[in-house]
């Protein structure tokens, strides 16, 4: 999963189209600069509990991204988790949670 979402990432970044979306993702997928900076952290199974606005999705692994991209400030966004589920033909992103700069430093 690390190694698919460094590729999902690089493709974002470089602006990319990638067959990792799944079909039926919404997922707000931003600019190409909102990715740059950004790598994988570490995978974890979907926990309903603490991500209900993704629970309809029916997401089953979710990581979250490292870094930030530059200039960001206070109020910016960016994205902050990439959720996947398992399909027949392997992962594909069904959402991607965007954090919020809150202060600077």
């Known amino acids: 999963m690390i190694q698919t979402t460094e590729e999902f990432v690089e493709a974002m970044a470089d602006g990319n189209p990638t067959d990792l ?3 039926d993702s ?3 997928l931003g600019e190409p600069s909102d990715w740059l900076g950004l790598s994988a952290g570490e995978p974890e199974h979907f926990f309903a509990d603490y991500w209900d606005e993704q629970v309809p999705l029916d997401p089953h692994w ?4 490292e870094g930030q991209p530059q200039g960001l400030i206070p109020g910016s966004t960016f ?3 990439v959720f996947y589920r398992e399909t027949d033909e392997g992962l594909c992103v069904i959402d991607i949670a965007w954090s919020t700069i809150v202060a600077d430093g």
């Open 21 to 23: 979306i799944c079909a």
């Open 26 to 28: 919404a997922a707000e």
């Open 62 to 65: 979710n990581i979250n991204l």
């Open 79 to 81: 994205p902050g988790d």
